[in-house]
């Protein structure tokens, strides 16, 4: 039991303090073995193997000898071990005393060399230690600070933020206040008092130490730089730029007007306030980031910030924040100032999506000073060119000068542009290599607000392929596309002032009607490739004859005409023609075939034969046929009697009236195919005359006399009406609808009663108006373009489709083409002949394929015979065709066989789509 009561007591004695926790351990050891009547040497062992009473300086080894060797009894061994641990405590607590001695020598020396009065403070708030200064802080008692209260120091009002200080230093945290303070010499300063705690060692009450820090000189300087900074205030109230001072990254010091007005707020609420309070949570960082940025680095900041404005709207601010450095080289405010840019930015993106669009734009821009001196250029000017920015700049446009331009267009440019207006034209410039392009320009002045022009801008662009086009085109306008001939439209205008220059020279002209003997039996029997072969050779050959101002003109089909501008006598005429014959005797070797070909050539004189081109052509014309039905490979010269020619024609119009009373006509059908899919989509009706002498006539040996004749009036009308009945009749068998086309002449057309012949051929027959398509071709059109629109305009009404035969060539006017209500065009055959040959048949078939469907038209391409020629149709996005790659047109019995067969199989035979 004694020895559980030792053990207690020198427990107790550690956890105080009293005792060390090696020296506690120890005793507890020894008491430990004695209550148990261990054997001293086991003791002795323990004792001194494990801890050691030799560093706490005690002779241990000799008292535990001493011990055993006295052989005690256990009541004098416990005695003896308390007189031990009694002489252990008593040696801590010298040392801790002399330690604390030291430390407090230490201290009071160091707190006297501070200025600032520091003291020592018990858990209790009572000042144990304090330096020299801090004794001159006047107490409530009126005593030195040693011994009173913290509270004793400070002034009333300081007292209950003081006890929070304290509450805090107290738990272990440091804490301030501030307060004022009266010193001995009556004088009162401002002091910021820092708590801090002072470490003690286990369970020793908490101390804390607290350092005023005269803060009075600071606040006078606070003070005076506020004053200053309210007159400058008053003073940077009327500037519009913002400025405003920080005391922290947070916190406002002072604002002028306009600033406390852009963040919609009143001067006095902002100054001394937060920026929380003022600015939305979406752009507080970004103004707070910039604060501490400038702050800590204690450099000017200069940046760009996106803020809402008062009314909500986003504006941009170019702010410049610059810190105020103390003497210590310290931060201690931030001056601001912010500008709004907004319409500053606005004006900076239109300026830039402006070059961007300039930069970006395929014309070529320049601008230049009032001197013509190029101060920009785009980079469409470089790569037009080839000149770059810097070898331009400065410099006068006119190093782009080609010479094709003279003095006199220069002059009026300038002239135009000094005096304010635009100027628009075309010129022809060099670029950097030499080479020449045609650009056509607009030149604008550009006025200050006062009107005074101070530069200009030209705006062009290269137009040198356009004009080649343009060219092309006209060439295409004026000439055949075959031989590249002058065709019928330029030989007329040629002829025309020929004509008025033998008038007013009181010469002769003769016009020569040629056409080629057997030309149709070659196109038939040998192909359209070949027959065209044979009129290109012809064309080259009877050019060799022609001298310099003669005309030599294709008038469509194996027709040529010539025109001598001045002969002396019919007999001049006469011999050019036997040139002309001897030029064409000679055998035509074509595509390995050698072929004899023969010409019949007509031939009028003016004036004995006509006065006007009509006239002239039209007898040479007829002479044509009078020579051909002479024999062929002859001439005949007009003249009043042509008998043979007349009673010929007579015959021919004289059957042809019997044909129509017997109802000798048949109508053949050519299906027309939707190229995408191979299917059999309409029919075009082509009429055909079974003579009964001479057979199978084809309409190009009768439809001439007919028009002329007016026959086609009723051979059309019983076409349409035939094949409405035979469309109507297939649909009945079951067949799938198609359109069935049939052609109009230009006479039934201008007839009055033609609405009423096309709605009684749908009445009889039954057959539905979408289902009639009704075709007209272009030179028919632009016979009378304006009576023409009407009579379409009045089919289209009720219901039927529309077409445009033979187009491209007619040479209709596109403004024309937009006013009649069609639904398709026709590409004539003559173009799709070439088309994979010829550049020129290519492009026109092309543009004619995009123009149709830039109008949403579709295009029927005629005269296909080769698969070579359907794919490049089906390239170009031509959506149906027609021609002997399909079939001919056939028999009604015939043609059922064909749209059956084409319903079940047409994608295998001939259709692209996937």
């Known amino acids: 039991m004694q020895a559980q009561h030792l053990a207690r007591v020198i427990d107790a004695l550690t956890k105080s303090g009293v005792l060390s926790c090696a020296v506690g351990i120890t005793l507890l050891v020894l008491v430990g073995l004695t209550a148990r009547r261990f054997p001293i040497a086991g003791a002795r062992r323990i004792w001194l193997g494990s801890f050691g009473l030799v560093s706490v300086g005690l002779g241990a080894s000799d008292l535990v000898r001493g011990l055993a060797e006295s052989r005690l009894p256990l009541s004098a061994v416990t005695t003896t071990l308390c007189a031990l641990a009694a002489s252990l405590i008593l040696l801590v607590q010298k040392r801790r005393e002399s330690i604390a001695g030291l430390r407090q020598d230490f201290c009071s020396a160091a707190m006297d060399g501070h200025e600032d009065p520091i003291a020592v403070f018990d858990e209790g708030s009572r000042c144990t230690g304090a330096n020299t200064a801090a004794n001159r802080l006047n107490t409530s008692s009126g005593g030195d600070i040693v011994g009173q209260n913290l509270r004793d120091i400070l002034p009333k009002e300081s007292r209950c933020e003081a006890d929070r200080a304290v509450a805090r230093v107290l738990a272990g945290k440091r804490s301030c206040f501030e307060a004022e303070c009266d010193g001995a010499n009556g004088r009162r300063a401002a002091y910021r008092v820092m708590l801090s705690p002072i470490p003690t060692e286990f369970n020793t009450p908490p101390r804390f130490v607290a350092d005023f820090a005269d803060m009075t000189d600071i606040r006078n300087e606070a003070r005076q730089l506020r004053w200053k900074l309210a007159e400058q205030t008053m003073l940077l109230d009327d500037v519009e730029t913002q400025i405003w001072y920080l005391t922290t990254p947070e916190t406002y010091g002072a604002v002028n007007r306009a600033h406390a007005e852009f963040i919609g707020s009143e001067k006095g609420s902002v100054e001394r306030g937060n920026i929380y309070g003022f600015a939305t949570p979406k752009t507080v960082h970004v103004c707070i980031d910039g604060n501490v940025e400038a702050f800590e680095s204690k450099k000017q900041y200069r940046s760009e910030i996106q803020i809402d404005g008062p009314d909500g709207r986003l504006r941009f601010l170019s702010v410049v924040k610059t810190p105020k450095l103390d003497a210590n080289g310290e931060a201690e405010y931030l001056i601001c100032c912010a500008q709004d840019v907004t319409e500053h930015k606005k004006a900076e993106a239109g300026l830039r999506m402006q070059t961007s669009a300039i930069n970006a734009a395929s014309d070529q821009v320049v601008i230049t000073d009032l001197h013509g001196r190029i101060e920009f250029a785009n980079p469409a000017f470089e790569q037009e060119t080839g000149y770059s920015l810097d070898e331009v700049i400065g410099k006068n446009p006119r190093f782009l000068k080609s010479g094709k331009q003279d003095t006199a267009f220069y002059t009026l440019l300038w002239n135009t542009i000094l005096n304010g207006k635009t100027w628009h034209g075309e010129v022809t410039n060099t670029r950097k290599d030499g080479a020449e392009y045609i650009a056509q320009m607009t030149i604008a002045p550009v006025k200050n607000e006062r009107g005074v022009i101070e530069r200009f801008v030209a705006i062009s662009r290269n137009i040198t392929e356009k004009k080649a086009f343009e060219k092309r085109m006209d060439y295409l306008a004026h000439h055949d596309t075959l031989t590249e001939l002058p065709n019928r439209l330029l030989v007329g205008h040629r002829l025309t002032q020929s004509m008025n220059r033998a008038r007013r020279e009181h010469k002769k002209l003769a016009v020569l009607f040629l056409d080629l003997d057997g030309f149709k039996l070659v196109n038939d029997t040998l192909g359209h490739n070949t027959g065209d072969l044979m009129l290109k050779t012809a064309a080259e050959r009877l050019k060799t004859c022609c001298r310099e101002g003669d005309v030599l003109a294709r008038m469509g089909g194996d027709e040529f005409i010539v025109v001598i501008p001045e002969i002396k006598r019919p007999d001049d005429a006469k011999r050019f023609a036997r040139r002309l014959f001897s030029a064409l005797s000679k055998p035509f070797v074509l595509n390995g075939r050698e072929i004899f070909v023969t010409a019949s050539i007509g031939i009028s004189i003016f004036p004995l034969h006509g006065d006007d081109v009509e006239s002239l052509v039209k007898n040479a014309d007829a002479a044509m046929y009078c020579a051909k039905g002479q024999g062929r490979n002859g001439l005949y010269v007009y003249d009043e009697a042509l008998n043979i020619a007349a009673s010929e024609r007579m015959t021919l119009e004289n059957n042809l009236r019997k044909a129509v009373e017997r109802d000798e006509f048949v109508v053949y059908y050519q299906p027309r195919v939707e190229i995408a899919t191979g299917r059999i989509l309409g029919a075009e009706a082509l009429v055909r005359w079974r003579h009964p002498e001479r057979g199978l006539v084809y309409?190009?040996?009768?439809?001439?006399?007919?028009?002329?004749?007016?026959?086609?009036?009723?051979?059309?009308?019983?076409?349409?009406?035939?094949?409405?009945?035979?469309?109507?009749?297939?649909?009945?068998?079951?067949?799938?609808?198609?359109?069935?086309?049939?052609?109009?002449?230009?006479?039934?057309?201008?007839?009055?009663?033609?609405?009423?012949?096309?709605?009684?051929?749908?009445?009889?027959?039954?057959?539905?108006?979408?289902?009639?398509?009704?075709?007209?071709?272009?030179?028919?059109?632009?016979?009378?373009?304006?009576?023409?629109?009407?009579?379409?305009?009045?089919?289209?009404?009720?219901?039927?489709?529309?077409?445009?035969?033979?187009?491209?060539?007619?040479?209709?006017?596109?403004?024309?083409?937009?006013?009649?209500?069609?639904?398709?065009?026709?590409?004539?055959?003559?173009?799709?002949?070439?088309?994979?040959?010829?550049?020129?048949?290519?492009?026109?078939?092309?543009?004619?394929?995009?123009?149709?469907?830039?109008?949403?038209?579709?295009?029927?391409?005629?005269?296909?015979?080769?698969?070579?020629?359907?794919?490049?149709?089906?390239?170009?996005?031509?959506?149906?065709?027609?021609?002997?790659?399909?079939?001919?047109?056939?028999?009604?019995?015939?043609?059922?066989?064909?749209?059956?067969?084409?319903?079940?199989?047409?994608?295998?035979?001939?259709?692209?789509?996937?």
């Open 699 to 914: 309409p190009d040996q009768f439809i001439p006399v007919a028009e002329d004749t007016g026959l086609v009036v009723p051979i059309s009308d019983r076409v349409l009406r035939t094949a409405c009945m035979q469309n109507k009749a297939w649909q009945d068998a079951g067949l799938p609808p198609i359109q069935i086309a049939v052609n109009l002449s230009a006479r039934q057309l201008q007839r009055r009663d033609a609405l009423s012949v096309v709605k009684i051929a749908l009445e009889q027959s039954g057959l539905a108006p979408q289902y009639l398509e009704l075709e007209l071709t272009e030179s028919a059109l632009m016979h009378n373009p304006e009576a023409a629109a009407m009579a379409f305009n009045r089919m289209k009404k009720i219901g039927v489709h529309l077409s445009i035969d033979d187009f491209g060539t007619g040479y209709s006017s596109l403004n024309y083409l937009k006013s009649f209500p069609v639904d398709s065009l026709k590409i004539d055959r003559s173009f799709i002949q070439d088309i994979t040959s010829d550049a020129d048949d290519a492009a026109i078939t092309r543009a004619v394929i995009a123009m149709a469907h830039s109008l949403n038209l579709s295009v029927v391409a005629e005269g296909v015979e080769t698969i070579e020629q359907l794919e490049f149709l089906y390239g170009l996005g031509c959506d149906h065709m027609q021609g002997y790659f399909v079939s001919p047109a056939v028999a009604p019995e015939d043609f059922e066989q064909l749209l059956q067969d084409s319903q079940s199989s047409a994608q295998d035979q001939i259709g692209f789509a996937a």
